[in-house]
């Protein structure tokens, strides 16, 4: 029984993460509480294969009907809906508050306005244009296979790297979306966050993987310096820019590995 219930109350935290960062329904029993979804944090990496899955699985459909970047498009599009653009919205945020924010105080309230601005515009549309070259080209160097691998440790192994955050930097606002996800990860939640979405970049092709998480590493201490100069910690925004760069990271590194 104490099985049972442990298993259920983990299948609860899994499915509080998938409500969270997608738009897939989850049951009502779930339910929502703010040291729920604090603890469902170690399942944030998880979620973001199964985004990356789902995006691998368009492709491959696509791929049977429409040429290869035509296809990869549409597996983008299909990720920004399932995920609702959450991870996009913050790079957009950052980049109008880091760009136009001279203080703290400024930042924070250009990152919290709703409005996109100049900034955030052009910071989306590079990434966006960026990204769908780079899986481009991977799908030109690596073929069909190679182009699945990258979008499901992509999506991955981003987010852990981003969700460590939780571990080593404060939340900076008193209130917000991220809020109850704020609290700090304990090691044991921190390692399965790892666990969840840093293996799939050794998988098939190791040496450019273990490039890429040496890359990584380094990109994570000069962010992780940058958001704690500017701001004094994070905001949930914060992660989300963190997420699409060091998912465009990836994709840069296996690119010119290949």
């Known amino acids: 029984m104490r099985a049972l219930a442990w298993m259920r109350e983990e299948l609860r935290y899994l499915l509080t993460a998938l409500g969270y960062f997608t738009r897939v329904p989850i049951p009502a029993w779930v339910g929502y509480a703010p040291q729920q979804l604090n ?5 944030f990496p998880l979620i973001g294969l199964l985004v990356g899955a ?3 699985a368009v492709y491959a459909a696509a791929v049977l009907a429409w040429p290869p970047r035509v ?7 299909a ?19 880091f ?25 989306l549309m590079i990434a966006l244009l960026l990204k769908w070259e780079t899986l481009a080209q991977l799908q030109l160097r690596l073929g069909s296979t190679g182009l699945l691998w990258a979008l499901m440790a992509g999506h991955a192994a981003s987010r852990s ?67 704690a100069r500017r ?3 994070y905001t949930g925004d914060c992660l989300g820019f963190a997420q699409q760069i060091f998912e465009l990271a990836i994709y840069l590194v296996l690119c010119a590995w290949s």
Do not use: N
């Open 39 to 43: 603890a469902a944090a170690r399942y």
């Open 54 to 56: 789902a995006g691998a």
């Open 71 to 77: 296809a990869i498009l549409l597996s983008m599009a």
């Open 79 to 97: 990720t920004l809906w399932l995920t609702g653009g959450f991870h996009e919205d913050g790079l957009a945020d950052c980049c109008d508050a």
């Open 99 to 123: 760009g136009g924010g001279m203080t703290r105080e400024k930042t924070l309230e250009i990152m919290h306005d709703s409005r996109i601005g100049a900034f955030g515009a052009l910071g």
């Open 161 to 227: 790297v981003a969700i460590s955050y939780l571990r080593t930097l404060d939340y900076v606002r008193a209130e917000g979306k991220a809020k109850p996800v704020a609290q700090r990860l304990g090691d044991g939640a921190l390692g399965w966050a790892l666990l969840w979405g840093l293996p799939w970049l050794l998988w098939p092709r190791w040496e450019a993987g273990l490039a890429a998480l040496v890359v990584l590493a380094i990109l994570r201490w000069w962010l992780g310096r940058w958001f």
């Open 231 to 233: 701001l004094g910690g």
